[in-house]
């Protein structure tokens, strides 16, 4: 596929939209990590808050939380006591995002 940009601004376009989606979300580092005692209120609390500030959250969750809990388990309880939709799980890394 050949791409013929006509200016600045359309080559800009481009690359962003060649970008992977986890790229576009505008979140750079995790906002909120989750520690060895898993999702607790503290946490749940503070994903609600920046969830309702900027309308997406960033999360990792910690190896010493991954004894207990997965990282598909951890987004799923937050995603349901926050009333967010998990965007995409990379690792130990997930995004949630205001429904």
């Known amino acids: 596929m050949e791409v ?25 580092k995790p906002a909120v990590r989750v520690g060895k005692q898993g999702p ?12 309702k500030r900027t309308g997406i959250v960033k999360v ?14 951890v987004a799923e309880k937050l995603s349901s006591y926050t009333g967010a939709a998990i965007g995409e799980i990379r690792g130990h890394t997930f995004v949630l995002f205001k429904k």
Not at 4 to 27: A, F, H, W
Not at 40 to 51: I, P, S
Not at 63 to 71: A, E, F, G, R
């Open 4 to 28: 013929i940009c006509v200016s600045l601004s359309q080559e800009k376009k481009v690359r962003i939209e060649m970008r992977k989606p986890y790229d576009n979300t505008g979140v750079s």
């Open 40 to 51: 607790t209120e503290g946490v749940v609390e503070e994903v609600a808050k920046r969830l």
């Open 60 to 73: 990792k969750v910690l190896k010493s939380c991954l004894k207990n809990y997965s990282c598909e388990d």
